[in-house]
């Protein structure tokens, strides 16, 4: 295969999350959980066999107000923390479904180990966000930290 058949992206949060992507990973919305928007919910039940990044995300978005101008993001965070702004713990109304027949070939290429800025932090750094803010997809943050002290 040549070398042009490939993308190429950053190692950084952002990078991991589209490579993740890229993999044939797609969010469909969990029919387990409950949106507490219910505007929202009833959208997401709509089209729940579709994945989210295939759907009218304008139309999803509509309404929804949030830390960022970007409508996409602010869908994306409530999708992921549910009210969280407000103080709340909901949990995430996603699940990840891997399409293999979907993944496309990429290489990801980074000047270090994977993670980005945050490999050149000092320990002693604290995130703006709380730590359950910064989960990549497909990641269980508090799998992830049980047990460590820090
Ligand atoms: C002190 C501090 C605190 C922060 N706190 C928070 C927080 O609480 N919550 C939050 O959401 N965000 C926080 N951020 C921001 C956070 O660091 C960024 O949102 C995040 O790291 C951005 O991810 P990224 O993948 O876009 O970029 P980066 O993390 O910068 O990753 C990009 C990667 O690509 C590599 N790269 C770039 N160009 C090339 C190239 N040409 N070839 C090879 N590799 C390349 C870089 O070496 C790097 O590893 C904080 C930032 C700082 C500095």
Redesign the pocket.
């Known amino acids: 295969r040549s070398i042009s058949n490939y993308l190429f992206t950053?190692?950084?949060?952002?990078?991991i999350c589209l490579s993740y992507l890229l993999s044939g990973y797609k969010p469909y919305f969990d029919t387990a959980t409950v949106h507490p928007n219910p505007i929202l919910y009833r959208k997401l039940q709509e089209a729940k066999h579709i994945p989210i990044t295939e759907q009218a995300m304008e139309y999803l978005s509509e309404g929804l107000e949030g830390r960022s101008r970007n409508p996409v993001a602010v869908l994306f965070d409530t999708l992921l923390h549910p009210n969280a702004d407000f103080g709340y713990d909901f949990p995430p109304v996603l699940k990840w479904r891997k399409d293999k027949h979907q993944q496309i070939p990429h290489l990801v290429?980074?000047?270090?180990t994977p993670g980005?800025?945050?490999h050149a932090?000092e320990g002693s750094?604290l995130?703006?966000?709380l730590g359950i803010?910064?989960e990549l997809p497909g990641v269980n943050y508090r799998d992830l930290t049980n047990g460590l002290r820090r």
């Not at 950053?10 to 990078?15: A, H, I």
């Not at 290429?109 to 270090?112: P, T, W």
């Open positions: 950053g190692n950084g949060p952002s990078g290429l980074g000047k270090g980005g800025a945050w932090m750094m995130t703006v966000s803010w910064m």
